[in-house]
């Protein structure tokens, strides 16, 4: 019990001491070895509407390929509760740290921050969008090679976005599309 207790109060410390300068890129992060296709398994966002529709949610797939100007270009497929499909686009550009990159939000009108916290690149990858922490901008996505994960992948992304200071509403691992699951 009192290691139990131990663990809460470190956890909880940890979290209510978190600084975003102190969040880094993967050392040594290889940017060839990220690009490719990637779906978006699950991610934590604290915005009322993700909240509100989290189990309507698909997942949705995405490519990237690294640029010549040392970013990458991504491009994500989704599709909605009408069954129609959105694509966007997004151009990351690089920065003085591999595996950190900036872009520029048109939904949100500001520029954002994209940091690859960890990867392993050949099954999962978890990145976080803008690490200012701000409640309206801020995400943490999981990113598998395929659009299943081991379960132990999953709960270290669900700890990871607790211990960063999402809520538990906020993290959400979308339903598998049907024509996804029969192209695994």
């Known amino acids: 019990m009192l290691l139990a207790v131990a663990v809460l109060c470190s956890v909880v410390l940890w979290t209510h001491s978190f600084n975003s300068s102190d969040i880094q890129p993967q050392a040594d992060f290889d940017l060839e070895q990220f690009t490719g296709k990637w779906y978006r398994v699950g991610f934590a966002y604290d915005h009322p509407l993700v909240i509100k529709y989290k189990r309507k949610m698909l997942i949705p797939r995405g490519h990237l ?3 010549e100007n040392g970013g990458a270009n991504l491009t994500m497929w989704s599709v909605n509760s009408y069954k129609t499909c959105n694509v966007t ?11 950190a990159f900036t872009y520029f939000s048109r939904r949100h009108n500001i520029e954002k921050d994209i940091t690859v916290l960890e990867t392993n690149y050949t099954d999962y990858g978890i990145v976080l969008k803008y690490k200012n922490m701000n409640k309206e901008y801020s995400q943490l996505a999981l990113y598998g090679r395929k659009p299943e994960l081991r379960p132990e992948v999953v709960e270290h992304f669900r700890s990871l ?3 960063i200071g999402f809520s538990t509403e906020a993290i959400v691992t979308p339903a598998i599309v049907g024509m996804l699951q029969s192209k695994k």
């Open 65 to 67: 390929i690294a640029n």
């Open 161 to 163: 976005a607790l211990n």
């Open 89 to 99: 686009s997004y151009v990351y550009e690089k920065t003085e740290l591999p595996g």
